[in-house]
């Protein structure tokens, strides 16, 4: 679970419904003050919302793009329904699609879409059915090329079965037992959002999302080589190590890609909050090369 520093956006964020033709989806909106070199669609991962990206929120609008950070179907704070079949994956990436096509204004060019984790693989299944130039480039943060690791596929396994099983709280009470210690990373002296938020933000997922998607991440076949034949700008980044994609895994997914990769030190699967302004770095110097037509995969 991606622990943001705070559930508060920073100044200058709008929060509110962003509409679209596959109904309203909760997003954290933040411009550049200056002008804006392009728009950013930022989806989160398995038990995440769109607070997960807050601190890249900041550094990226001073880089000159706009970031809309999107809680999908049945994530935190936009509602979905109680059937596991609304969060097929296919559904999922429909969803992407109108949200990319209702965040862009009339004078901007097409979105950049990342992902992270689970959003990695929701966003690959969206480019895979998109339009050509619906996206200005795809960005994979800690998002492997197929099913999660032995050890995850486990977890997340356990995870959905609890969730059959029982409500929402009783199953965040067993989580907190049987990971004291990531819970001590947790508040203002942890540098994270503290147990209260994070239960909260739980509490407020639909069920039906999370076993659904639960499920895709044990499940997802290996897509990269049509992924490849996509002729759009790619990024591949993630921490130094990851328990979820082996790192090694993500560097022979990215030579497969063409794409560029960036490994951010001192960060593990989620450098999105582990080294926020490192992630906003690279991500906007990818952004402006992919601008210029630099698509080298150094």
């Known amino acids: 679970m991606s622990r943001p520093p705070t559930f508060t956006p920073p100044e200058g964020t709008l929060a509110y419904p962003l509409r679209t033709e596959r109904g309203d989806f909760a997003v954290l909106d933040t411009r550049p003050t200056g002008q804006v070199k392009g728009t950013v669609l930022l989806l989160p991962g398995f038990t995440g919302s769109k607070e997960d990206f807050i601190a890249l929120l900041r550094p990226l609008a001073e880089a000159g793009y706009r970031t809309v950070s999107v809680d999908g179907r049945g994530q935190y704070e936009s509602p979905g329904p109680d059937d596991e079949s609304a969060y097929a994956q296919a559904e999922l990436a429909h969803d992407v699609l109108a949200q990319a096509g209702a965040a862009r204004t009339a004078d901007e060019g097409p979105p950049h879409l990342l992902g992270h984790s689970l959003g990695g693989l929701v966003a690959r ?8 130039d619906t996206f200005a480039s795809l960005t994979l943060v ?5 099913r999660v690791s032995p050890s995850q596929r486990t977890r997340a396994t356990l995870l959905t079965d609890a969730l059959t099983a029982h409500p929402m709280d009783v199953v965040w009470d067993a989580m907190q037992a049987l990971d004291p210690v ?3 990373k947790a508040g203002a ?3 994270g959002a503290d147990e209260a938020a994070l239960r909260a933000r739980w509490l407020r997922n639909n069920p039906a999302q999370l076993i659904a998607t639960g499920k895709q991440l044990c499940a997802e076949p290996d897509r990269v080589d049509d992924l490849a034949a996509v002729p759009l700008p790619k990024h591949v980044v993630s921490g130094e190590s990851d328990d979820t994609w082996p790192v090694p895994l993500l560097d022979e997914m990215a030579r497969r890609l063409h794409a560029h990769r960036t490994v951010v030190t001192g960060a593990n699967h989620s450098p999105n909050t582990d080294r926020p302004e490192a992630t906003a770095t690279a991500l906007a110097a990818f952004w402006d090369r992919s601008a210029n037509g630099d698509t080298d995969t150094r």
Not at 125 to 132: G, M
Not at 142 to 146: D, E, F, K, L, Q
């Open 142 to 146: 800690s998002s492997g090329p197929a």
């Open 125 to 132: 299944a969206a480019v895979l059915l998109a339009p050509r």
């Open 182 to 184: 990531e819970d001590a």
């Open 189 to 191: 002296d942890g540098g």
